[in-house]
C-alpha cells in the first residue's frame, strides 16, 4: 500500500511538473517579443501621412504587447530600389508600401514573393470600385490600395487673384498665362521632373484631351496602334510646347519632388502638376499658414482644338500596402492590413493627408482643398481607371518611357521622334 501510494505521488509530481512546464512554456510563446519589419516610402513623420501611420503603428503595438514595429523609410525612387535590392536578397520587409503596377508589383508575385489575401473579406471594406481589382493578378488579391490618385493641378488662389488671374479651362490659356506669371517673379508651374514619371501621366492626360476617352494608350500597347498615331504624337507636341513656353521652373530635369514641392509649398511657384495624394499640402506644418489656407485644385484644362472634356479624368490606384510571402509573421501581417483598412480612411481624411481609395463621407469642416478633389472626382465622366502608361507594361518600357520623356521635355528630341522611340520599345515589351 505504502509503494502504492508512494508511486501515485510520483506520478501526480510528474504530472504537476509536467502541467507548469506547459503552462510555462505556453506563457513564454505568447509573450515572445516579435518585431515586424515595414517599409513605406513616407519619411517625413511629421506630416499628416506619416502621423497617421505612426497612429495607426502605435494601436497595433498596443493591441499586439509583443510586438515592436521597425520601419525602413525613404522617399519614392530611393524606396523602389531599396526594395529591389531586397527582393533580390530575400530581405524583403513583412509588411511594405508598394505599387500595384505590372513593372513593380508584378515582377514579386511572379517571383511568389508577395502574399495572397482574402478579397471577399477586404470587399467588406468600403474600397472604392476597381481599386482592390487593381492589385489582381491572376485571379487573386495580392495588395489593398491606400490613395486614390488623381492627375490634377494644385494652385495658390491668393496668388493667381493677385495678378488678375482666374484659373485656365483651356490648355491654351494655361500655356499663354506663362510670360505674365514670369513677370511678377514667380514661376508658373512646378513638377517633379527628375524621374520623369510627371511627364507621363500628362501625356496620358493628353490623350483623353486631344481624343475623347484615353482608349489610344491601351491600344498602342496591344500594337493594335502605333504610338506614332496622330493621338500620341499630338499629346506630345503639347506637353514639349508647355516647356518651351516656360511654363516650369529652370531645372525642371534635374528637379526631384520634394524640390518641387518645396517650391510650391514656399510660394515661389503659382502652379503645382501632381497627383491627388498631395491633399496634405493643406494641412504640412511645415508651410505658412497663408498657403495653407490658399492651396486649391483644379482640372486639368481641356484642350480648345480637342475632343476630349476636362472632366476625362487620369486616375487610377497606385500606392498598396503587401505582405512578404517569406515572412516568418504572415499572421500579423495580415492583422496589421485588418487594422490598416479600418482605421485609415478616416484618420487620413480627418487630417487631410492624402486622398484615400475607400469610401469617406464630406464633412462640414472640410477645407476648399478636399472639397475641390471631390468634386472632381465626382465630376468625372471617364477615368483611366488602370495606371499611367509607362506602368502598364515591362520595367525596360517603363525606363525607356520615362528617358524618352525627359528628352523631349527638354527639347532633345522632337514629339516625332518621341513617340517613334517609344514604339519601337513597346514592340519589345510586346515579344
Given at each position: 500500500?505504502?509503494?502504492?501510494l508512494?508511486?501515485?505521488?510520483i506520478?501526480?509530481?510528474v504530472?504537476?511538473?509536467?502541467?507548469?512546464?506547459?503552462?510555462?512554456?505556453?506563457?513564454?510563446?505568447?509573450t515572445?517579443q516579435?518585431?515586424?519589419?515595414m517599409g513605406?516610402?513616407?519619411?517625413?513623420?511629421?506630416?499628416?501621412?506619416?502621423?497617421v501611420?505612426?497612429?495607426?503603428?502605435?494601436?497595433?503595438m498596443?493591441?499586439?504587447?509583443?510586438?515592436?514595429?521597425?520601419?525602413?523609410?525613404y522617399?519614392?525612387?530611393?524606396?523602389?530600389?531599396?526594395?529591389?535590392?531586397?527582393?533580390?536578397?530575400?530581405?524583403?520587409p513583412?509588411v511594405?508600401k508598394?505599387?500595384?503596377?505590372?513593372?513593380?508589383?508584378?515582377?514579386?508575385?511572379?517571383?511568389?514573393?508577395?502574399?495572397?489575401?482574402?478579397?471577399?473579406?477586404?470587399?467588406?471594406?468600403?474600397?472604392?470600385?476597381?481599386?482592390?481589382?487593381a492589385?489582381?493578378?491572376?485571379?487573386?488579391?495580392?495588395?489593398?490600395?491606400?490613395?486614390?490618385?488623381l492627375?490634377?493641378?494644385y494652385y495658390?488662389?491668393?496668388?493667381l487673384?493677385e495678378?488678375?488671374?482666374t484659373?485656365?479651362?483651356?490648355?491654351?490659356?494655361?500655356?499663354?498665362?506663362?510670360?505674365?506669371?514670369?513677370?511678377?517673379?514667380?514661376?508658373?508651374?512646378?513638377t517633379?521632373?527628375?524621374?520623369?514619371?510627371?511627364?507621363?501621366i500628362?501625356?496620358d492626360?493628353?490623350?483623353?484631351?486631344?481624343?475623347?476617352?484615353?482608349?489610344?494608350?491601351?491600344?498602342?500597347?496591344?500594337?493594335?496602334i502605333?504610338?506614332?498615331?496622330?493621338?500620341?504624337?499630338?499629346s506630345?507636341?503639347?506637353?514639349?510646347?508647355?516647356?518651351?513656353?516656360?511654363?516650369?521652373?529652370?531645372?525642371?530635369?534635374?528637379?526631384?519632388?520634394?524640390?518641387?514641392?518645396?517650391l510650391?509649398?514656399?510660394?515661389?511657384?503659382?502652379?503645382?502638376?501632381?497627383g491627388?495624394w498631395e491633399?496634405?499640402?493643406?494641412?504640412?506644418?511645415s508651410f505658412s499658414?497663408d498657403?495653407?489656407?490658399?492651396?486649391?485644385?483644379?482640372?486639368?484644362?481641356?484642350?480648345?482644338?480637342?475632343?476630349?472634356?476636362?472632366?476625362?479624368?487620369?486616375?487610377?490606384f497606385?500606392g498598396n500596402?503587401?505582405i512578404?510571402?517569406?515572412?516568418?509573421?504572415?499572421e500579423?501581417?495580415?492583422?496589421?492590413?485588418d487594422?490598416?483598412s479600418?482605421?485609415?480612411?478616416?484618420l487620413?481624411?480627418?487630417?487631410?493627408?492624402?486622398?484615400?481609395?475607400?469610401?469617406?463621407?464630406?464633412?462640414?469642416?472640410d477645407?476648399?482643398?478636399?472639397?475641390?478633389?471631390?468634386?472632381?472626382?465626382?465630376?468625372?465622366?471617364?477615368?483611366?481607371g488602370?495606371p499611367?502608361v509607362l506602368?502598364?507594361?515591362?520595367?525596360?518600357?517603363?525606363e525607356?518611357?520615362?528617358?524618352?520623356?525627359?528628352e523631349?521635355?527638354?527639347?532633345?528630341?522632337?514629339?516625332q521622334?518621341?513617340?517613334e522611340?517609344?514604339?519601337v520599345?513597346?514592340?519589345?515589351?510586346?515579344?
Open positions: 500500500m505504502k509503494r502504492h508512494k508511486n501515485m505521488m506520478i501526480v509530481l504530472l504537476l511538473v509536467g502541467t507548469m512546464t506547459w503552462a510555462a512554456g505556453t506563457q513564454e510563446e505568447g515572445k516579435v518585431t515586424l519589419r513605406d516610402n513616407i519619411p517625413d513623420r511629421n506630416n499628416p501621412w506619416g502621423l501611420i505612426d497612429k495607426i503603428n502605435a494601436e497595433f498596443e493591441q499586439h504587447p509583443n510586438v515592436k514595429i521597425e520601419t525602413e523609410s522617399p519614392d525612387q530611393p524606396y523602389q530600389e531599396k526594395m529591389k535590392i531586397y527582393a533580390a536578397s530575400d530581405q524583403l513583412d511594405f508598394y505599387w500595384s503596377f505590372s513593372t513593380l508589383l508584378g515582377p514579386l508575385v511572379e517571383s511568389n514573393m508577395i502574399q495572397e489575401l482574402d478579397m471577399a473579406h477586404f470587399k467588406q471594406k468600403g474600397f472604392v470600385a476597381g481599386s482592390l481589382e492589385n489582381v493578378y491572376n485571379g487573386k488579391l495580392y495588395g489593398i490600395p491606400v490613395s486614390g490618385d492627375w490634377v493641378i495658390n488662389q491668393k496668388l487673384k495678378m488678375g488671374i484659373m485656365p479651362t483651356t490648355v491654351e490659356e494655361l500655356v499663354a498665362l506663362s510670360p505674365k506669371i514670369r513677370e511678377k517673379g514667380l514661376i508658373p508651374m512646378v517633379e521632373g527628375s524621374a520623369g514619371w510627371t511627364f507621363g500628362t501625356l492626360t493628353f490623350v483623353g484631351r486631344v481624343d475623347s476617352n484615353f482608349d489610344k494608350i491601351q491600344e498602342a500597347l496591344d500594337r493594335k502605333k504610338f506614332t498615331d496622330p493621338v500620341h504624337v499630338q506630345a507636341t503639347l506637353l514639349q510646347n508647355m516647356a518651351k513656353a516656360k511654363m516650369f521652373q529652370e531645372d525642371l530635369i534635374t528637379s526631384d519632388y520634394g524640390a518641387s514641392r518645396n510650391f509649398g514656399q510660394q515661389k511657384a503659382a502652379m503645382y502638376l501632381m491627388s491633399l496634405g499640402l493643406s494641412s504640412d506644418t499658414d498657403f495653407r489656407n490658399n492651396v486649391r485644385a483644379a482640372k486639368f484644362p481641356a484642350l480648345a482644338s480637342g475632343k476630349g472634356s476636362i472632366d476625362n479624368l487620369v486616375a487610377w497606385g500596402y503587401v512578404n510571402a517569406k515572412s516568418e509573421n504572415i500579423l501581417g495580415k492583422a496589421y492590413l487594422l490598416y479600418d482605421r485609415f480612411p478616416d487620413i481624411w480627418e487630417k487631410k493627408g492624402t486622398f484615400p481609395a475607400q469610401k469617406v463621407q464630406a464633412r462640414p469642416d477645407n476648399d482643398l478636399a472639397k475641390d478633389l471631390l468634386k472632381i472626382l465626382g465630376d468625372a465622366k471617364i477615368t483611366t488602370d499611367p506602368d502598364r507594361s515591362t520595367p525596360a518600357f517603363k525607356d518611357h520615362q528617358k524618352y520623356c525627359k523631349l521635355v527638354a527639347g532633345l528630341i522632337s514629339p521622334e518621341f513617340c522611340k517609344v514604339d520599345s513597346a514592340e519589345k515589351a510586346a515579344k
